[in-house]
């Protein structure tokens, strides 16, 4: 009894301070729904965004973005699969990673260089 009490008072101190992410959402003409998610914590910074096809899955390309606004990655998928060349940007370097039908093909790691 006294376990069960505890969880439950940690579920309830959990769900206190959760926030919910803002989503929205906006249908394309070609049959696509953009979805724009936000930051928890400001709900006026975009975290990610990206496509779902008319059966609800990821679809075309999405992007991820950290808190600055820059991008953190480029992704493309395919009627859920994920599908040709992702990039990921860090500080230093992009890592470029190929797939085809969800299946890796290829890793490779740039140095990101500025003159």
Do not use: P
């Not at 769900?15 to 724009?36: C, I, M």
């Not at 606004?69 to 009627?79: E, L, P, S």
């Not at 990673?97 to 890793?107: F, P």
Request: hydrophobic share 35%; glycine share 4%; proline share 0%.
């Amino acid at each position: 009894m006294k376990t069960f009490l505890n969880l439950l008072i940690m579920l309830i101190c959990v769900s206190a301070f959760s926030q919910e992410q803002k989503v929205t959402y906006q249908k394309n003409d070609n049959d696509l729904v953009k979805a724009t998610y936000y930051f928890a914590d400001n709900s006026n910074i975009i975290e990610r965004e990206g496509f779902f096809n008319k059966e609800g899955k990821l679809h075309d390309t999405w992007i991820s973005y950290d808190l600055q606004g820059n991008k953190t990655a480029i992704a493309t998928y395919n009627n859920g699969k994920k599908e040709g060349v992702w990039t990921y940007f860090k500080t230093d370097k992009i890592n470029v990673v190929t797939y085809k039908d969800n299946k890796l093909i290829a890793v490779e790691e740039k140095a990101l260089v500025v003159n």
